[in-house]
């Protein structure tokens, strides 16, 4: 089976500091892997370099059993700490600017569908800038999901999500894994990512140090 | 998505935006309105510039209130990341660098729009005598140095001294093209001149807007990833 995402000895250096040190991961279709570790050991890093934003200083990369580039990337929904956005653009703008840019065939019918999705029907023709964090997140999470992924890469989606916005989320992390998607999970939250993970891996120093248990099949 | 479709898809959000808000815009216009109109004092009575100065104050002009548009569109493309959402979609990095440069050259063609006819008329240096050979040359100067900028901006882009450091980096660089651009303006000022070989600025002209639009977007995928 051709893994989602495979790294091979995978290492980054910044100005001759190590932040990933011989890294060598698989996520296979259906698997929900969370990644946990104190800040500051890499995972952010580890994150960009699967979703082919940061190039590896050492080491190999396969997305969907390909190097990374614009077709790898078209099956990619990432959110990172910053949600992409643009404080000038509505939120419908913003999801049909996105849907547009993923070659969307009806961004318009995708940008209403989503804005239903997150509840945010009402505001879809408000600026992103007037938007309180939970707003953002939420739309930063429909940006991510716009076209329809088979690999989620998720830094922290929990971040100002109340705890009904929290539950829906995990629930369509859940149906995603379900659905034969990849997805790797950053989040503070251990709970979370211990409920949701069938998969967790430990991330010390740049390096993988801990794989879990599997918490059930994929 | 094809590479054209990918910029123009970029630049119609930049314009999008710009629109809405306006401030920038009219902040460039004013300030080289304030320009122009505080250079008309500085001649004060002695209207009709000769045409080198004249040539050399108009781009003067120009280049002060297009620097404001380089930082500008750096600034949005940052507030939330908006710039790391254009390289994680699916489509060929150097679209990011056309469509930057192409949202740029909008702004400062608005912005000559009113800047020039006003300069020409404050000063009193009067219409080009040969006004299509003066248009080609505002066309394809703004085309070379917008490229510059834009390119120059992004590869400072991390840094926090950037809004300096565009500007100190980019005047050097572009000193052969504002001595091409003076000169070729200069002349659409003056009576014909039969020693004068505009072709040769002509070659710089379109040597500088062709190197700084195709390079950039051949290295910006390199320059912008860490």
Request: hydrophobic share 50%.
């Amino acid at each position: 089976m051709t893994a989602i995402v495979e790294l091979d000895g995978v290492g980054k250096d910044y100005a001759e500091r190590f932040i990933l040190s011989h890294v060598d991961f698989r996520l296979n279709a259906g698997e929900i892997i969370g990644l946990t570790g104190a800040n500051g050991t890499g995972k952010s890093t580890l994150l960009r370099i699967m979703a082919g934003l940061s190039k590896p200083s050492e080491g190999r990369v396969w997305l969907f059993g390909q190097e990374p580039g614009p077709r790898s990337r078209s099956r990619i929904g990432v959110l990172l700490e910053a949600g992409f956005l643009y404080g000038d653009l509505t939120a419908r703008e913003t999801l049909l600017y996105y849907g547009r840019l993923y070659g969307i065939k009806r961004p318009a019918d995708a940008a209403n569908e989503w804005l239903e999705r997150i509840e945010l029907t009402r505001d879809g023709d408000e600026l992103v800038k007037t938007f309180s964090k939970g707003m953002r997140q939420r739309l930063a999470m429909a940006r991510a999901a716009l076209h329809q992924p088979r690999l989620f890469l998720l830094d922290e989606p929990f971040d100002g999500l109340d705890q009904r916005q929290s539950e829906r989320l995990a629930r369509w992390v859940r149906e995603w894994g379900e659905a034969g998607c990849g997805v790797v999970l950053i989040s503070h939250d251990e709970r979370m990512v211990a409920s949701l993970s069938t998969r967790i891996v430990r991330m010390e120093r740049g390096m993988l140090r801990e794989v879990g248990k599997e918490n059930r099949a994929p | 998505m094809t590479i054209w479709r990918a910029v123009w898809t970029m630049a119609r959000k930049d314009v999008a935006i710009e629109a809405r808000g306006k401030a920038l815009y009219l902040a460039a216009v004013s300030y080289g309105a304030l320009t122009v109109i505080l250079l008309g004092f500085s001649v004060g009575q002695q209207r009709g510039l000769p045409a080198s100065w004249a040539s050399g104050t108009l781009w003067l002009v120009e280049v002060l209130a297009a620097l404001t548009s380089f930082t500008r569109l750096e600034d949005k493309e940052r507030w939330d990341g908006g710039a790391i959402g254009a390289m994680a979609a699916p489509v060929d990095r150097s679209a990011v660098f056309f469509a930057r440069v192409l949202g740029n050259l909008l702004f400062v063609y608005a912005v000559e729009c009113v800047t020039i006819p006003l300069f020409l008329w404050v000063l009193g240096v009067g219409w080009p005598v040969d006004g299509v050979a003066f248009v080609l040359a505002v066309l394809l100067g703004t085309v070379a140095f917008v490229s510059l900028g834009t390119f120059l901006t992004a590869v400072v882009a991390a840094s926090s001294l950037r809004e300096i450091l565009a500007p100190v980096l980019l005047m050097p660089l572009a000193v052969p093209l504002f001595l091409a651009l003076v000169s070729l303006t200069a002349a659409d000022f003056s009576p014909p001149d039969p020693f004068f070989h505009a072709s040769v600025w002509w070659v710089v002209l379109a040597g500088y807007a062709g190197v700084f639009l195709v390079l950039p977007g051949l290295l910006f995928e390199i320059i912008v990833e860490v």
